[in-house]
């Protein structure tokens, strides 16, 4: 490995946007922009917004960072492997012998966690550019969800309303056929610049277009409101992989990290991130 530059940073909270009206479509170079976006820079906007954190650009050249003490991720190590480089970002207080030791297990870990590892892999998706028609279909399924659906939610997931009506989690899409939910699709997590997507599909209503319509819209509202769409999942969830796929998103980040416990569902299929 080529020398690594070490680079400290200070937590700030990530903020939420109030929700307003959807702004007007925004021109195709917006969507090109984002697309473009380095895989440095994704991997950093995928961080902040999951973790919390608000970090400055990224180094071209950067391969190691060491963050202060006062951000405190509930991880030791997040390897990132990009196109071009391996990336190790680290929490304070990681000694070299630590390092060693969890970059040994981090290259080790396999799709699945493991308890002698406790690492968890994920990939962590660019957006792609939404075609005209393809939104244009999608909008034959799938519809933002406004306080009126607000029994549906809750039939959907009970006590869910609250959460997927909350400002901070907009856009929530739905997709809604004789009169019940069938698969939601909100923000999960967002920072000022970026929202990661959360996707969840009623077991009987999968394989049928409707979590891709969902997620086509909300990563088109994503753009227009000048924000980057993050499609992230853990490795061994193969339906949110190929969710991903069927959308169009680019895998840019196979990231690994940990020590951590065991990830929801860690047998079987489900929502990644």
């Not at 005209?132 to 799938?142: D, Y």
């Amino acid at each position: 490995m080529t020398s690594c530059t070490s680079v400290h940073y200070s937590n700030v909270c990530t903020t939420h946007k109030a929700k307003e009206q959807e702004p007007p479509r925004l021109p195709l170079n917006h969507q090109q922009e984002d697309a473009a976006l380095t895989d440095r820079e994704l991997l950093r906007r995928h961080l902040e917004a999951v973790w919390s954190l608000n970090l400055p650009p990224f180094d071209d050249e950067m391969q190691e960072i060491e963050l202060p003490a006062e951000v405190a991720p509930p991880w030791a190590l997040y390897l990132a492997r990009i196109a071009d480089a391996e990336v190790a970002i680290w929490r304070a207080g990681v000694s070299p012998e630590q390092r060693a030791d969890l970059l040994d297990r981090a290259r080790r870990a396999g799709e699945r966690w493991e308890p002698a590892l406790a690492m968890r892999r994920e990939v962590a998706h660019a957006a792609p550019i939404i075609a005209p028609e393809r939104l244009a279909a999608a909008q034959r399924l799938a519809r933002t969800l406004v306080a009126a659906d607000a029994s549906m939610l809750g039939a959907f997931e009970a006590e869910s309303a609250a959460y997927y009506l909350d400002p901070r989690v907009a856009p929530c899409i739905g997709v809604v056929v004789d009169g019940k939910l069938l698969s939601v699709a909100h923000s999960s997590r967002q920072t000022p610049v970026a929202c990661e997507l959360g996707i969840d599909t009623r077991p009987e209503a999968r394989r049928r277009g409707y979590a891709a319509a969902a997620t086509i819209l909300w990563t088109a509202l994503i753009q227009r409101r000048g924000l980057t769409p993050i499609y992230s999942a853990f490795t061994w969830n193969g339906a949110s992989l190929r969710l991903a796929r069927a959308v169009g998103y680019q895998p840019r980040i196979a990231g690994v990290y940990g020590p951590v416990p065991a990830p929801p569902h860690p047998a079987g299929e489900g929502a990644g991130g």
